[in-house]
Nanobody, 113 residues
Framework: QVQLVESGGGLVQAGGSLRLSCTASGIAFSFTSMSWYRQAPGKQRDLVAT???????NYADSVKGRFTISRDNAKRTVYLQMNSLKPEDTAVYYC???????WGQGTQVTVSS
């Protein structure tokens, strides 16, 4: 059974930083691209960043230069380092395994102004 478990969310002031983690089980982690999405209240779930099995990355325009996605295949974990956070980054953040179409349970990030 594929499972993704996120952690690292919380409350932070604008300009601060957080690092999200997502650890996978039941999946050939090194073979899958991994993504982070986010969903603000009343809005659709949007793609934030993706990292391929080879380590290539891409980002939504709204987070370029502020967020960094990375992975550690030995730890079966994908990370999202979020710097210079803004109130509009407030959302539930989800990790997603492309190979198995699997979502994590989500972690809340709240940025206060």
């Amino acid at each position: 059974q594929v499972q993704l478990v996120e952690s690292g969310g919380g409350l932070v002031q604008a300009g601060g930083s957080l690092r999200l983690s997502c650890t996978a089980s039941g999946i050939a982690f090194s073979f899958t691209s991994m993504s982070w999405y986010r969903q603000a209240p009343g809005k659709q779930r949007d793609l934030v960043a993706t990292i391929t099995r080879g380590g290539s990355t891409n980002y939504a325009d709204s987070v370029k230069g502020r967020f960094t996605i990375s992975r550690d295949n030995a730890k079966r974990t994908v990370y999202l380092q979020m710097n210079s956070l803004k109130p509009e980054d407030t959302a539930v953040y989800y990790c997603y395994a492309v190979l198995t179409n699997t979502w994590g349970q989500g972690t809340q990030v709240t940025v206060s102004s």
